[in-house]
């Protein structure tokens, strides 16, 4: 259990670092070559594990509120990476319907596959675009297939990695909810961040 200041200050300066990254994203993106691309995937590739780090707002106190779960994830083309235990708990945890946030938090882990793109290749910089996950729970008497989506094409949905330390940092905000093809704007009490940060294994 971490503090939340802990979690505060890493995603404030995940953030930052991004903002810094991303502040003359277009140009540089544009300019990228295939060559530069490899290069950089060939840096990043692999499998990596660490912490997913969230805040629990049902914590009894505000300094427990930071919570963090073990996860792995793997990056094998220069397009797509996948979190292999992508739990579903902080998600659950911002949904304001009592009976699908408990259908939902007891729902095993899964894969969440993200596509991604360079916008740095000197500082290793990439915007991450999760193709969202699935559910389907039995709650209220029915079987409904709930999908969480998250922000994509956004700067705020991004991962950095560091060759010194192989260490990696991805950002993704859970923003929305679909029912069985329905988006349910109310569902979620706000967008959910969630800060991973591993190491190449």
Known sequence: ?????????LLACVASMAFISCNSFDDEANQITPAQVEAAFQQIKGDYAGVLIYLNPNAATAA???DSINVNWQINTDSTLVIKNFPSTPVS???NDTDMAKAIA???????KAYYGFYNVTNIGFLINPLGATYNVTYGGATHKV???????????????E???KLMQLQL????????????QGLLTKAVPMVF???KN
């Open 163 to 165: 060759p010194t330390k």
């Open 173 to 184: 905000f859970a923003a929305g909810i679909y029912v069985d093809g329905q988006l349910n």
């Open 147 to 161: 999908q969480v989506l998250f922000y994509t094409n956004n700067q705020y949905s991004f991962g950095l990695y």
């Open 1 to 9: 259990m971490k503090t939340i200041k802990l979690f505060t200050a």
């Open 106 to 112: 007891a729902e095993p882990t899964q894969e969440l």
């Open 197 to 199: 940060s591993g190491t």
């Open 64 to 66: 427990d509120q930071n």
């Open 93 to 95: 945890l911002y949904i």
